[in-house]
């Protein structure tokens, strides 16, 4: 039964019916808190799976990751609210070794409540067998605003080694909003095998130049409860690049630009 809740929520989106009758403000940074699934005779809550969601004025991104198995997934897409409704067109999403750069948009609706919202899916088919789906999100984050604050998406990315440079070929989006961020990845392995990865935590915007990250969970144990200062420079207000020194002396550079509606 677990990996139906991984499963599900990897797909993230899925109309659903509710009597809410305003519209939804979305903005903010949110914690999955809790899935219920019930099969028509009784409620079983999981609490496991790690996942972060951020919605900015336009844009949402999730990042999540399966403790037990390390698995992750993440996708991407632009959003309209409505009288009691979000669709989502999604733009990109991945989970484990597979990835999808299709466009589909989905219709749900949500119910806020005073922690953050509650997503109901009142019916799941699988083996044939139907359950009843209920998500709790809770918010979280500040009102603190940044330059940083939106989706962006990867341009290019390269590691300098000394008189080496390597340029790094991926397909990466990262998000920031309320004070929390995420970024998520897939890129080929030396067998030719897609990979998925995902990181989320806190961010402090230090100055113009620098900023603080602190990765909560990420796929990378390497990095999952550390704190990393990145040193950050914004070429106008819809491009950036971050440059991150290793532990060997090596640098990281990656470009940005944020997703325009």
């Not at 699934?37 to 919605?55: A, E, F, P, S």
């Not at 915007?205 to 990095?223: A, F, G, H, R, V």
Request: net charge negative.
């Amino acid at each position: 039964m677990k990996k139906l809740f991984f499963y599900v929520t990897v797909l993230g989106f899925i109309s659903c019916n509710t009597s809410v009758k305003e519209t939804v403000k979305m903005p903010g940074a949110y914690f999955m808190a809790s899935q219920t699934v019930n099969d028509g005779t009784k409620d079983t809550k999981y609490t496991d799976l790690k996942q972060l969601k951020i919605y900015t004025d336009n844009f949402m991104m999730y990042t999540q990751v399966n403790p037990s198995d390390s698995i992750s997934a993440f996708g991407v897409g632009s959003y309209i609210s409505d009288t009691g409704t979000v669709t989502e067109n999604v733009i990109y999403s991945a989970s484990d070794s597979a990835f999808d750069n299709a466009h589909p948009s989905f219709k749900l609706n949500i119910t806020k409540t005073p922690d953050g919202y509650e997503q109901v899916i009142p019916q799941i088919v699988t083996d044939s067998q139907k359950y009843k789906l209920t998500e709790v999100y809770q918010s979280v984050g500040t009102a603190a605003k940044t330059p940083l604050d939106g989706v962006w998406k990867q341009t290019n990315h390269y590691t300098i080694n000394g008189k080496d440079t390597v340029k790094n070929t991926l397909t990466e989006f990262k998000a920031f909003y309320a004070g929390y961020f995420m970024f998520g990845l897939t890129d080929t392995d030396s067998a030719s095998k897609k990979n998925t990865a995902i990181g989320f935590g806190t961010f402090e915007w230090i100055n113009n130049t620098k900023i603080k990250e602190t990765d909560l969970n990420s796929t990378y144990s390497i990095i999952a409860g550390h704190s990393f200062d990145i040193d950050i420079q914004m070429n106008g207000a819809d491009n950036y690049s971050q440059t991150i020194t290793n532990g060997d002396g090596s640098k990281s550079v990656e470009f940005y630009e944020r997703l325009i509606k």
